[in-house]
């Protein structure tokens, strides 16, 4: 790598408020350490900027970098030329010449930048993923989640529960289009908005269920399947708001902590909501001595019902707010990579 380049790169670190610097130790990345998958347009964007890289840190080093895109999108084997390098020809599964591709040239600092931009996406990815997977409600297939929704919200939720996983999977290739990014996040909101409606209604449709004068079998399973399509709808509310704040990248500190607290105040809300009802609902099977002459058994209802009251009176913060705090405020964080030339520039994210 040549002085111009080295001053490049010490000058971007300045800009953009980030260190780079070599690791000459053996790293075990089985320990302490979180693979971040990448998609094949992000590893050519690091691969790009490893050319740029000092000697110490990348296993080579060119004049110039390119960006090479194909005519249809698909990733093809450029010829290897004898004299060195690839020519702009590319071969199909077959090796016979497919067509050609065009190469455009790259400066170092937008190389740089993609790299890092593309492991910012991926690391992103990553913590989408993880809250994902401890929002049960909303994870369930849509068979199991079809098996709670009724009336007429459930066409309206089942599509944005679907609509939210779409763009929670495809985060990483959504951040690469523009235009599609704007109108995810625009979808986004329209989600966020119906989720808060749905809350209103179910929270509405919990009350008036308690207090309705049917038998205690069919008000303790009605009552259920409302709090399952509640439960629903907040994690609806709550991944809507969290995604549109990283599709949108806007990491301003007043922002995410007007988001955090917008979220956890409402979902606080809706658990007292929900807390009030039920213990009513324990209430009247407390109190409830069944119909003249006939005696029932009530206590596998007062069992379960008095478990979830126990539940959401316990004082603590629940788990669906733990997450979904700690996945914004992941965006605050300093995150540090480590970039393994050995395995052609495969990422990794140190852990906390």
């Given at each position: 790598m040549n002085e111009s380049s080295d001053n490049t790169i010490q000058m971007l670190t300045l800009q953009n408020d980030f260190q780079l610097e070599p690791v000459k130790q053996e790293i075990n990345f089985d320990r302490g350490f979180t693979k971040i998958s990448l998609t094949n347009n992000q590893k050519k964007q690091i691969s790009a900027a490893l050319q740029h890289i000092p000697t110490a840190v990348a296993s080579s080093t060119m004049t110039n970098a390119y960006i090479l895109r194909f005519p249809d999108g698909i990733d093809h084997t450029l010829m290897s030329l004898k004299q060195g390098g690839v020519s702009g020809t590319w071969l199909d599964a077959s090796g016979h010449i497919g067509g050609t591709a065009s190469l455009y040239p790259m400066n170092i600092e937008a190389a740089m930048l993609g790299a890092f931009s593309a492991m910012a996406i991926a690391s992103s990815q990553y913590f989408i993923k993880q809250i994902n997977s401890e929002l049960q409600m909303i994870n369930q297939s849509m068979d199991k989640i079809l098996e709670f929704l009724y009336g007429d919200k459930k066409a309206e939720l089942l599509s944005e529960v679907s609509f939210i996983k779409y763009a929670y999977e495809n985060y990483s290739s959504i951040m690469g289009h523009n235009e599609q990014r704007a109108a995810t996040i625009v979808s986004l909101q329209e989600a966020k908005k119906v989720a808060m409606k749905d809350i209103e209604f179910y929270l509405c449709d919990l009350d008036s269920t308690i207090n309705s004068k049917s038998s205690i079998d069919e008000l303790v399973t009605n009552a259920f399947q409302i709090k399952e399509s509640l439960e629903l709808s907040i994690q609806l509310y709550g991944m809507s708001s969290v995604l549109e704040t990283y599709f949108s990248q806007n990491y301003d500190v007043e922002f995410i902590k007007y988001v955090e607290q917008e979220i956890t105040s409402y979902i606080d809300k809706c658990e007292k909501r929900i807390l009030s009802s039920f213990s009513a609902l324990k209430k009247f099977l407390n109190d409830?001595?069944?119909?003249?002459?006939?005696?029932?058994?009530?206590?596998?209802?007062?069992?379960?019902?008095?478990?979830?009251?126990?539940?959401?009176?316990?004082?603590?913060?629940?788990?669906?707010?733990?997450?979904?705090?700690?996945?914004?405020?992941?965006?605050?964080?300093?995150?540090?990579?480590?970039?393994?030339?050995?395995?052609?520039?495969?990422?990794?994210?140190?852990?906390?």
């Open positions: 409830y001595k069944g119909r003249l002459l006939k005696k029932e058994d009530k206590s596998q209802y007062e069992k379960i019902v008095g478990e979830l009251v126990d539940s959401l009176y316990n004082g603590e913060e629940s788990a669906i707010r733990k997450s979904l705090r700690k996945t914004l405020q992941e965006t605050l964080s300093a995150r540090e990579y480590y970039v393994n030339v050995k395995e052609n520039g495969e990422v990794y994210l140190k852990e906390a």
